[in-house]
């Protein structure tokens, strides 16, 4: 189903997301090469001399309705990284956040944790979700924790979800917060904002 969402900013106090344009892609892949983000071979993110593909391949995704791209930018402008929403189904309503990969120097600095509360907050207060889904891989340890630390609900494992660039079958680790959960969850995100608890 077609993610009837139009392009929208959101902005917090360490981060703001806006709809992801090719105007991004110097500072996406200065964003990449902090770190070699790439150079993790369990996860999806692009080289910098892929990244104006990976750019025109979400940006025709979205097109066809099947996600909304954000850039993750800090409030001085320094891009940080990228995020969406996808599998959008109505009939829940659910939506996922994922495709999701921030600057390496950026990491236990509370830009996450904000950018997971403005779309969160968004997904569940304006669209209306019963259902926010998260999703990783089973070797990326550090991505499964950060989504535990949000306190989404681990779901399941779908084993030999996909094939990696390198051959090597992945399974996805899917989790999930309920919109029951919602209150709970946005009031430990706050409070790990306020108190700047690495996240």
Known sequence: MSIPLEQLTLTGHLVRLEPLSPAHHDGLVDAVQDGQMWDRWYTSIPRPEDMAGEIESRLERQARGEMLAFTALRPDGTVLGMTTYYDWDPAVPRLE?????????????????????????????????ECVGLRTQ???????????????KQDGV?????????????????????????PAVRANLE???RNRIPG
């Open 138 to 152: 089973w070797a990326n340890h550090q991505s499964r924790a950060a989504i535990e630390r949000l306190g989404a």
């Open 97 to 129: 956040i994922g495709y999701t990969w921030n600057r390496a120097s950026a990491h236990g600095s509370g830009t996450n944790a904000e950018s997971k509360l403005l779309l969160l907050t968004h997904a569940f207060e304006t669209l209306g979700c």
């Open 191 to 193: 409070h790990r904002l």
């Open 158 to 182: 779908l084993r030999a979800n996909r094939r990696f660039r390198n051959g090597a079958l992945l399974d996805a680790v899917l989790f999930s917060i309920l919109r029951s959960e919602w």
